[in-house]
């Protein structure tokens, strides 16, 4: 299920109102006939979630994790070219598995991957300005050698 919202100003203070509501404590849901249940922490942490992010005009979507994913979509998400998403298949960088002759990806497998990436990613760069600040070229602009006369 994906929703797009672009809201209108009403709508907006609607989202406003709903999230503050949220944020406050245990939130109720009331049925037709009065019957009142409250809803599990998790429910609620997704529907915060999903306000913030339609509060913000973003597109939401909501998947199951074992959801299937072709290639293509696969390599949407993590933002490379399908061909190098085929290729982290077979170098068993993720798990996938054939429908047909086609290769498939569970969404919560591409997920575990790209939160995997950008923590190595992030490592990288802390490792990187940490050697920075020790040579002490952190804060400093280096040119290559003859670029001042030009």
Do not use: C
Not at 113 to 142: Q, S
């Amino acid at each position: 299920m994906t929703a797009v919202l672009n809201p209108s100003a009403s709508e907006s203070a609607q989202l406003r109102e709903l999230r503050q509501l949220v944020k406050q404590g245990p939130v109720n849901v009331v049925g037709a006939k009065g019957r009142k249940v409250q809803l599990p922490r998790p429910v609620v942490g997704l529907l915060d979630e999903i306000l913030k992010n339609m509060q913000a005009g973003k597109a939401v979507s909501i998947v199951p994790e074992h959801q299937e994913l072709t290639t293509q979509r696969a390599a949407n998400m993590l933002g490379v070219s399908r061909p190098f998403m085929v290729r982290l298949l077979e170098e068993d960088k993720l798990p996938f598995h054939m429908v047909g002759s086609h290769r498939r990806v569970y969404l919560k497998d591409v997920l575990a991957y790209k939160a995997k990436r950008d923590k190595e990613r992030h490592a990288a760069i802390v490792r990187m300005a940490r050697m920075e600040k020790k040579a002490g070229t952190y804060d400093k602009v280096i040119l290559p050698p003859g670029a001042e006369d030009r």
